[in-house]
T-cell receptor
């Protein structure tokens, strides 16, 4: 298995632009998670899906953030409009219930 | 109070030392427990699961005390390659909560 695949690996964008992060979970995993990591706040859970349905989005910082999972093999996290404080590493992870997570390599986002 | 609390470190130890990390969690209903390792600029990776009876994987030993809501990780005979951040992770049925991590630096 190729593991959890995220794209792009790096993204540099100007403030106000739309940013779309992509994730392909491990085939057969029922759950998908989006995390954000910064030095100040560590790993923060933004949202997670079970069987493509959003279960808990209480970690999404504000309305500028949205996430979708149109099918079992693909999810997106969108920021519109982006702001400098959104600069972070965004990780996607997947698992089956009560199993450990497998993380993707992350997208390093810089908003200037 | 944070759901999972760890000493941030850093722990600076010489090669060959034994080092112990501790972690406490607030939700007594938690069902699953793990230690993850994260190298600089990389994703977190599973180091080991933690079981009530305690478990060992080579130089690594993990312990869980449900009554005290406390988890520990012991690393014996530290290697330079053990330098990383160690994340304590606690979960319910599905969602996992990550501690902020403890940084370990092993020096020659």
């Amino acid at each position: 298995d190729a593991g959890v695949i995220q794209s792009p690996r790096h993204e540099v964008t100007e403030m106000g632009q739309e940013v779309t992060l992509r994730c392909k979970p491990i085939s057969g995993h029922n759950s998908l998670f989006w995390y954000r990591q910064t030095m100040m706040r560590g790993l923060e859970l933004l949202i997670y899906f079970n069987n493509n349905v959003p279960i808990d989005d209480s970690g999404m910082p504000e309305d500028r953030f949205s996430a979708k999972m149109p099918n079992a093999s693909f999810s997106t996290l969108k920021i519109q409009p982006s702001e400098p404080r959104d600069s972070a590493v965004y990780f996607c992870a997947s698992n089956n219930p009560q199993e450990h997570y497998t993380f993707g390599s992350g997208t390093r986002l810089t908003v200037v | 109070r944070k759901e999972v609390e760890q000493d941030p470190g850093p722990f600076n130890v010489p090669e060959g030392a034994t080092v112990a990390f501790n972690c406490t969690y607030s939700n007594s209903a938690s069902q699953s427990f793990f230690w993850y390792r994260q190298d600089c600029r990389k994703e977190p990776k599973l180091l080991m699961s933690v079981y009530s009876s305690g478990n060992e994987d080579g130089r690594f030993t993990a312990q869980l005390n449900r009554a005290s809501q406390y988890i520990s990780l012991l690393i014996r005979d530290s290697k330079l390659s053990d330098s990383a951040t160690y994340l304590c992770v606690v979960g319910g049925y599905n969602k996992l909560i990550f501690g902020a991590g403890t940084r370990l630096a092993v020096h020659p």
